[in-house]
């Protein structure tokens, strides 16, 4: 497990000093966060204090009734993300290098797989992470199941989900992400074994003398828990959350402007559980570039208000494996094209037929 944060320890690439979906430069105002949260309280206490007043205007009564109720369907999410944030802060990153660990093949990948879940980590931050463990020595498979598993499976964004979707379905999707996860690793790592894709110049290795209980054991023994522990505790999972909000807050202003300009019968029929649906939505996925916390409320609604939950697990899939950043990142960090651009070829066909099965089996 580790420390809810966008970048590694070392920095992985270049990229690490630019703008990240994360965490935006020092030197410049967080505008999304600040815009977003104005936005989104506007239209709240505008629906809590003057929403008889505004009934005349339809578009804005849409607009910040859809406000209202994603703010108070999420609340309790977002709190519990908090709280899972201030106790991960205290969780170092080597623990979950250890779960990665050497083994090869169908071991590794699972290994790979269980590591990227457990980090709760943004689609964009996740990238200096998975670069770092190809530079150590993971495979490309490890690499790219760790990629897929990461984006959206932190525990912050599942209890948002949970709120959003139920608890049901957020499960679902999660197990069928890491199913894709570990199909994309294999296949990875066998057309590296076939000569297709490039082969890694550095051979795998891990600190083998790092032992995961007897170190955790040695590290609990040794922190004092006192309230001013738990404090800084809390705080710091505050100070990470920031990162969460402003992606959720500008996806919930998002999602409001669909609800208020795109008619129940319009989205219904352009992004409902037909194949053309999906097709709409795999393409509003590519060309949408937000978080994956940002996903999450238009997810909700392609599932709520297009009763495509095929549609929603689409959504929240698509748009990490075919963000055009995780492919130029694996582009530098492994020097192959082929290798990046296999990542979108052999991951969205895969979420394409899981997400039609869903719509099918939900019809």
Same mark, same amino acid.
């Given at each position: 497990?580790?420390?809810?944060?966008c970048h590694?320890?070392?920095q992985?690439?270049?990229h690490?000093e630019?703008?990240?979906?994360?965490?935006p430069?020092?030197?410049?105002p967080?505008y999304?966060?600040?815009?977003?949260?104005?936005?989104?309280?506007?239209?709240?206490?505008?629906?809590f204090?003057?929403?008889?007043q505004?009934?005349?205007?339809?578009?804005?009564?849409?607009?910040?009734?859809?406000?209202?109720?994603?703010?108070?369907t999420m609340?309790?999410g977002?709190?519990?993300?908090?709280v899972?944030?201030?106790?991960?802060?205290?969780?170092?990153?080597?623990?979950?290098?250890?779960?990665?660990?050497?083994?090869?093949?169908?071991?590794?990948?699972?290994?790979a797989v269980?590591?990227?879940?457990?980090?709760?980590l943004?689609?964009?931050?996740i990238?200096?992470?998975a670069?770092?463990l190809?530079?150590?020595?993971?495979?490309?498979?490890?690499?790219m199941?760790?990629?897929?598993?990461s984006?959206?499976n932190?525990?912050?964004?599942t209890l948002?989900?949970?709120?959003?979707?139920?608890?049901?379905?957020?499960?679902?999707?999660?197990?069928?992400?890491?199913?894709? $996860?570990i199909?994309t %690793?294999?296949? *990875?790592?066998? +057309?590296? &074994?076939?000569?297709?894709?490039?082969?890694?110049? #550095?051979?795998?290795?891990?600190?083998?003398?790092?032992?995961?209980?007897?170190?955790?054991?040695?590290?609990?023994?040794?922190?004092?828990?006192?309230l001013q522990?738990?404090?800084?505790?809390?705080?710091?999972?505050?100070k990470?959350s920031?990162?969460?909000?402003?992606w959720l807050?500008?996806?919930?202003v998002?999602?409001?402007?669909?609800?208020?300009f795109?008619?129940?019968?319009?989205f219904?029929?352009?992004?409902?559980?037909?194949?053309?649906?999906?097709l709409?939505?795999?393409?509003a996925?590519?060309?949408?570039?937000?978080?994956?916390?940002?996903?999450?409320?238009?997810?909700a609604?392609?599932?709520n208000? $297009?009763?495509?939950? %095929?549609?929603? *697990?689409?959504? +929240?899939? &698509?748009?990490?494996?075919?963000?055009?950043?995780? #492919?130029?990142?694996?582009r530098?960090?492994?020097?192959?094209?082929?290798i990046?651009?296999f990542l979108p070829?052999?991951t969205?066909?895969?979420?394409m037929l899981?997400?039609?099965?869903?719509?099918?089996f939900s019809i």
């Amino acid at each position: 497990m580790a420390q809810h944060s966008c970048h590694s320890e070392e920095q992985a690439s270049s990229h690490s000093e630019q703008e990240s979906c994360c965490h935006p430069q020092k030197s410049r105002p967080d505008y999304l966060l600040w815009g977003s949260m104005s936005i989104v309280t506007a239209l709240y206490i505008l629906h809590f204090g003057f929403s008889q007043q505004i009934v005349f205007i339809r578009w804005l009564q849409v607009l910040s009734s859809a406000a209202f109720e994603l703010i108070n369907t999420m609340w309790w999410g977002v709190a519990l993300g908090i709280v899972m944030l201030a106790i991960l802060s205290k969780i170092p990153r080597e623990f979950v290098m250890s779960v990665l660990g050497t083994g090869l093949g169908f071991k590794g990948i699972l290994r790979a797989v269980s590591a990227g879940v457990l980090l709760d980590l943004c689609s964009h931050g996740i990238l200096m992470v998975a670069a770092k463990l190809y530079e150590r020595g993971a495979t490309i498979g490890q690499v790219m199941a760790f990629l897929i598993a990461s984006p959206w499976n932190s525990f912050s964004l599942t209890l948002i989900l949970f709120a959003l979707i139920g608890v049901g379905w957020t499960l679902l999707f999660v197990a069928l992400s890491a199913v894709i $996860a570990i199909v994309t %690793g294999v296949l *990875f790592d066998a +057309l590296v &074994a076939r000569g297709t894709l490039p082969s890694h110049p #550095v051979q795998s290795h891990h600190d083998s003398d790092f032992k995961f209980w007897s170190e955790a054991s040695r590290r609990l023994s040794g922190t004092q828990f006192s309230l001013q522990f738990f404090i800084d505790m809390l705080i710091h999972g505050i100070k990470e959350s920031r990162m969460v909000i402003r992606w959720l807050l500008f996806g919930v202003v998002l999602a409001s402007l669909i609800r208020a300009f795109a008619p129940d019968d319009f989205f219904g029929h352009y992004f409902g559980p037909t194949v053309v649906g999906l097709l709409f939505t795999v393409l509003a996925a590519t060309v949408i570039e937000v978080c994956s916390e940002g996903s999450s409320p238009i997810a909700a609604d392609l599932m709520n208000r $297009a009763n495509a939950p %095929g549609n929603s *697990f689409a959504f +929240l899939m &698509a748009g990490a494996a075919t963000d055009y950043t995780e #492919v130029m990142v694996m582009r530098e960090q492994t020097k192959s094209w082929k290798i990046a651009l296999f990542l979108p070829l052999l991951t969205v066909p895969q979420v394409m037929l899981v997400a039609w099965l869903i719509n099918s089996f939900s019809i």
